[in-house]
């Protein structure tokens, strides 16, 4: 009896003791479009059991976890972002049980769960917005509903509260017969916006959290949070503002660029929202052995990202870097980048966790954004830059986007603009068609019926099965380079950048004794000599660990450290060595 009182006692120690709270701050993510990455059934649609046949293949991979885009019930209006019971999994992409056997399999093989949180609206199936509509008791304030104006031109007729415009065209408000207001809606007509000025709507919000939390998973990427509030029109003599002009050229009325929106994100009550579900997360660090991750999206300025953090009293979540994503681009030269990711981690506050983000589901892919050449370089910056990699699925082998004609056009986003000919400005499908497994019909992604979307053209050429077969690729560049982001340099090294010249771009860690990594990227199209005498720290000989396509040395390689020879386009990851052979 007291041997197996000691021996409990022992193993709970244990279990406390084993809590990981570090995991996180060096993960990989990897980001799964679930509509995009597998099918399973052949209905031409990707599913949960498709992803836990592909678990091993991210495993080997090195990926630490995976975040999927919404797999909740929706009338899919906005391909799962418009969420119509976010307790329940959509059937075309499988069942709960189906997802509880992906979460086994995940924790099997040490990968990691982290599911899309859509806290900004639901989908207008919802029984929350049916009941609101309905002013049922308890609900009436679940959304953001006013009252029309009296047209002053034409009295009698009404107009809606006031001239906001949605990120999908046309006005953000939309009339509900049923209840005889407006609704708000920052997305698509079927997306209304909840009210977090309700506490109820606060309240159930949580209870979202903890029940995915009690199921397992390790945390959450929070979509569109800086469009969580919009002004109180008490503040505004009962009115809501009109939104002023921004003066951008190339846009119409009905376009969401047209206006400056001062009055509907960034509201400074959204902080506050994102650090009470921080508290939320915490309560399971103990319980469940491990800290939960969050991470949240907003497109905005530096200075409003930087404030997801969080602050000396409260803790906040990972903003992601979209600076990374959007100011470097194909023209960017050494010192540009180098400039990107100087102004990270200056505005970061000390001690949080970086993070490098170099595409997402509603942006053209790396490969056709910045240019085959480019995708070696920006695979290996965002592995070897301190904190936390997320890569896109499909830009470990430089996916590009594919060409998806009006007929076949599906976002919303470009539907709404009723243009055959300029829709593709604002279509987000390029770099949502399926993902390219190998040369089979369909790039492997189905055994059925047509995909979804159409399979992007070259798909024989470019898919993972070739690039497995081939010496060199960008696969096994990536690969490689995320095996070294296993190593202690990679995690807790130095970070030391050198734009050598507009070409070169020379990246290193290095911990004390001078052991580390280095990457050397040659941006141009030609080959160059590259001295690093000047990086004193750095011992003379280095080795090849990581080589991508366009390089002519070969993994195992010892060079000189002043004289490295790059070869145009080429991206490569040495490591340090005590001596040479
Ligand atoms: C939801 O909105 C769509 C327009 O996006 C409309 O066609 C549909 O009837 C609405 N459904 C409900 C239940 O209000
Ligand atoms: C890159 O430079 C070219 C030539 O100056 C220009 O036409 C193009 O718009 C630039 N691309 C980007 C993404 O800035
Ligand atoms: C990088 O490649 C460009 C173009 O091929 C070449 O001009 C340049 O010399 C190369 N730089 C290095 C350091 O090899
Ligand atoms: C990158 C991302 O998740 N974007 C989403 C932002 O939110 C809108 C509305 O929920 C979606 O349409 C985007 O796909
Ligand atoms: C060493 C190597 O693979 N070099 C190639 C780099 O890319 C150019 C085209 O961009 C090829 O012509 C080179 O052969
Ligand atoms: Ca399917
Ligand atoms: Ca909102």
Not at 118 to 126: F, I, Q
Not at 127 to 146: H, Q, T
Not at 406 to 419: F, I, L, R, V, Y
Not at 462 to 477: A, C, P
Request: a negative charge.
């Amino acid at each position: 009896m007291k041997l197996i009182l000691v021996l409990t006692v022992t193993i709970k120690l244990a279990i406390v003791s084993a809590t990981d709270t570090e995991w996180w701050k060096t993960a990989l993510i990897y980001q799964i479009y679930p509509r995009s990455f597998k099918d399973s059934d052949g209905d031409g649609i990707g599913d949960l059991t498709g992803i836990k046949e592909k678990l091993p293949y991210l495993k080997s991979t090195g990926v630490d976890g995976i975040w999927l885009s919404p797999i909740y019930l929706s009338p899919m209006r906005d391909f799962g972002y418009d969420i119509t019971d976010y307790k329940q999994i959509a059937p075309e992409y499988g069942t709960m049980k189906d997802f509880q056997e992906l979460l086994k399999e995940a924790r099997k093989l040490g990968l990691r769960v982290i599911l899309d949180f859509v806290p900004n609206h639901t989908s207008n199936e919802s029984d929350w917005f049916i009941r609101s509509a309905r002013r049922e008791p308890g609900y009436e304030d679940f959304y953001v509903w006013a009252d029309g104006i009296v047209d002053p031109e034409r009295p009698g007729e009404v107009l809606p509260p006031s001239n906001w415009v949605s990120h999908f065209r046309r006005s953000m408000w939309e009339y509900h017969p049923g209840r005889g207001q407006y609704y708000l809606h920052q997305f698509a007509i079927g997306q209304p916006d909840l009210n977090y000025r309700s506490q109820r709507v606060q309240a159930e919000m949580k209870e979202v959290l903890r029940f995915w939390l009690d199921l397992g998973v390790s945390g959450f990427r929070v979509d569109a949070i800086n469009k969580l509030y919009e002004v109180d029109p008490n503040d505004y003599g009962g009115v809501y503002p009109d939104e002023p002009l921004s003066g951008i050229s190339d846009t119409d009325p009905d376009d969401y660029e047209y206006y400056d929106h001062i009055f509907t994100q960034d509201l400074a009550e959204t902080y506050e929202v994102v650090f009470d579900w921080r508290e939320v997360l915490d309560e399971y660090t103990e319980t469940h052995g491990e800290y939960k991750i969050m991470m949240t999206e907003a497109y905005t300025n530096l200075f409003n990202t930087i404030l997801y953090y969080g602050n000396e009293n409260r803790d906040g979540a990972i903003p992601f870097n979209f600076i990374f994503l959007e100011e470097i681009n194909k023209n960017s030269t050494a010192r540009d980048i180098k400039t990107t990711i100087d102004k990270w981690m200056t505005y970061m506050p000390h001690g949080r966790v970086a993070n490098w983000v170099n595409g997402n589901h509603d942006q053209s892919r790396l490969a056709s954004r910045q240019g085959p050449e480019r995708v070696d370089a920006m695979n290996m910056l965002a592995l070897m830059l301190p904190g936390v990699a997320l890569t896109y699925q499909g830009e470990e082998i430089g996916m590009t986007d594919g060409h998806v004609s009006w007929e076949d056009t599906k976002d919303p986003q470009a539907c709404n603009t009723d243009d055959p000919i300029n829709y593709w400005k604002k279509s987000r499908d390029p770099s949502r068609t399926p993902y390219h497994w190998d040369s089979s019909v369909f790039a492997g992604f189905t055994c059925g019926v047509e995909p979804w979307l159409p399979v992007a053209d070259n798909y024989k050429e470019l898919n993972l099965q070739v690039q497995l077969r081939s010496r060199r690729s960008h696969y096994n560049f990536y690969k490689d380079v995320v095996a070294v982001r296993k190593t202690a340099a990679s995690k807790y090294g130095d970070l030391g950048i050198l734009a050598y010249t507009e070409d070169i771009l020379v990246v290193t860690r290095l911990l004390p004794n001078a052991r580390g990594i280095v990457g050397v990227i040659n941006l141009s199209n030609k080959p160059q000599l590259v001295d690093l005498s000047s990086v004193t720290l750095l011992p003379k000989y280095l080795k090849v660990v990581a080589s991508g396509v366009n390089c002519t040395q070969t993994k195992g390689f010892i060079l000189l450290k002043d004289y490295i020879i790059v070869s145009n386009n080429c991206a490569l990851l040495l490591q340090t060595i005590s001596r040479c052979c």
